[in-house]
């Protein structure tokens, strides 16, 4: 049975920081495709950050301040988000990918950034 779980999210204030979990049972992370994405009420769900093998890519607004990072040995892939802003306010979610496109997302986690 396929699972991801995030944790990390919290109320932090703007600038600040905050680091994401997304740890993953019955599946090995590293052999997949594996994001963050973010949806905040009434907008759509987009794409913060993407990991496979050793490459990473993020969404523009993101660059420079999030990094996506994975530990095989935990079978974990983090988050962490630093100089964070209040449009940065949403639930954020792990979503894995496997390679012919089966797709698995975690709960979600809220992230609140205050000005």
């Known amino acids: 049975q396929v699972q991801l779980v995030e944790s990390g999210g919290g109320l932090v204030q703007a600038g600040g920081s905050l680091r994401l979990s997304c740890a993953a049972s019955?599946?090995?992370?590293?052999?997949?495709?594996v994001g963050w994405f973010r949806q905040a009420p009434g907008k759509q769900r987009e794409k913060v950050a993407g990991i496979i093998g050793g490459s990473t890519n993020y969404a523009d607004s993101m660059k420079g301040r999030f990094t996506i990072s994975r530990d095989n040995a935990k079978n974990t892939v983090y988050l962490q988000m630093n100089s964070l802003k209040p449009e940065d306010t949403a639930v954020y979610y792990c979503k894995m990918e496997e390679i012919f496109g089966r797709v698995y997302w975690g709960q979600g986690t809220q992230v609140t950034v205050s000005s």
């Open positions: 019955g599946t090995i992370l590293s052999a997949h495709a």
